[in-house]
C-alpha cells in the first residue's frame, strides 16, 4: 500500500467521482479504477455504492476513508516535522522572499504551512517582476531568497541567469473550466479550437506572457483580462467561460475547485518555480530552499512524479 493510492482514494471519496479524480491527480481513468479496485482487494471492502449521481461511500467506506485521511494527514505532519527536527539553529526572525505576484500566488500554501512548521520564522514577501529580480539578485544571499518562474521560451533570461538558477517545479499551462463544460472530459485540447471558445484570465505579467506565447499566430477570443477573481468565477459560472491555470496551481488547489476541470493545452508552454543563488542550508533563506523541497517531495510527490523536471518530452521543441 503506497500513501498515493490513500491520497487518490481521499479525492475520489472528495469529488465522488473517480474521473474527477483522476484529472486533479493527473492520471488515466483507468489507472485510478485500478487503484481503488486493489484497496477494496487488499482489504477485502466495498468502498463506493455506484449510484447516478455519482460513487456514494459504503458505511465499511466511510470508516476506512477517515482512517485513510488520519494515516495521510499524520504521513504528511511527520515528513516535514521530521525537516523541523534537522534545524537545529535557531528558526525565528524574518526572511524576505523576493518573488513575482504569479509566483505568490501558487506558493501560498507553502508560505503558510512554513510559518506553521517554523512558529517564530516570519516571510516577507516582496513583489516584484522576474527582470527586476534578476538584476537585483545577482548574489546569493542568506538573509533573502530570490524565487522566480521562467519559461522555457524565455532563452534570453535562461542565457542570463546560466548556473545562477536552479529549477524546483514544473508546470505547464492548461485551460480551466467549469464541469459541465464540453471540453472539461476532454483527453486534451488543441489551440485551435480553444481560441473558438470565449477565455478570461487573471491580468498578471507572467500569465500574460504564456498566453500570448501560447497563440502566438492565432486569434483567441479572450472577454476578460481582470484583477478581479470573482468577476471571472461568475463568468464561468454564468456564461460558460475558459479560463487557465497552471498543472501544478491545479494540483495544490484541487480540493478548493471541485467544481473545475483542468484540460490539458495540447503543445502548451512550459515553465520552472526555481531559485536563484544558492544560500547557506543553515541559514533562513537556505531553510526555505530545503523546506520548499521537501514539501515537494513530500506533499507533492505524485505530482513532481508526473511533471519531472529531468523530462525532455515535457519541452516545447
Not at 36 to 47: A, M, R
Request: aromatic letters at 10%.
Amino acid at each position: 500500500m503506497r500513501i498515493e493510492s490513500l491520497e487518490l482514494l481521499l479525492s475520489v471519496a472528495e469529488y465522488g467521482s473517480i474521473s474527477q479524480a483522476a484529472s486533479h491527480a493527473f492520471i488515466s481513468q483507468q489507472g485510478a479504477s485500478a487503484t481503488i479496485k486493489g484497496i477494496e482487494n487488499d482489504f477485502g471492502i466495498v468502498l463506493f455504492d455506484r449510484t447516478k449521481t455519482g460513487l456514494r461511500l459504503t458505511e465499511e467506506g466511510a470508516r476506512f476513508v477517515r482512517r485513510a485521511d488520519r494515516v495521510v494527514s499524520e504521513y504528511r505532519a511527520l515528513r516535514l516535522s521530521s525537516f523541523a527536527l534537522e534545524c537545529d539553529s535557531d528558526t525565528s526572525g524574518a526572511l524576505e522572499i523576493m518573488t513575482t505576484p504569479f509566483v505568490t500566488n501558487r506558493l501560498e500554501k507553502i508560505f503558510v504551512e512554513y510559518e506553521t512548521l517554523f512558529p517564530g520564522s516570519r516571510l516577507v514577501i516582496t513583489e516584484k517582476s522576474s527582470f527586476e529580480i534578476i538584476d537585483e539578485c545577482r548574489d546569493a544571499s542568506d538573509e533573502r531568497l530570490c524565487i522566480v518562474p521562467i519559461a522555457d521560451f524565455m532563452t534570453g533570461i535562461l542565457g542570463r541567469v546560466e548556473e545562477r538558477y536552479r529549477p524546483l517545479v514544473r508546470s505547464c499551462l492548461m485551460a480551466s473550466c467549469s464541469w459541465d463544460c464540453d471540453i472539461s472530459s476532454c483527453a486534451y485540447i488543441l489551440k485551435e479550437d480553444l481560441c473558438h471558445m470565449p477565455l478570461a484570465y487573471y491580468r498578471e505579467e507572467f500569465l500574460d506572457r504564456l498566453v500570448v506565447h501560447l497563440f502566438r499566430g492565432l486569434q483567441p477570443d479572450i472577454r476578460l483580462r481582470t484583477s478581479n477573481l470573482n468577476m471571472i468565477n461568475q463568468r464561468m459560472e454564468q456564461q460558460g467561460i475558459v479560463t487557465f491555470v497552471d498543472s501544478f496551481s491545479a494540483f495544490l488547489d484541487r480540493h478548493e475547485t471541485l467544481d473545475r476541470a483542468a484540460v490539458p493545452i495540447q503543445d502548451s508552454v512550459y515553465f520552472s518555480v526555481g531559485i536563484l543563488g544558492t544560500p547557506d542550508p543553515g541559514s533562513p533563506a537556505g531553510r526555505f530552499a530545503l523546506f520548499f523541497e521537501r514539501y515537494l517531495g513530500t506533499v507533492c510527490a505524485a505530482y513532481m512524479k508526473h511533471f519531472p523536471l529531468n523530462d525532455s518530452a515535457l519541452r516545447e521543441d
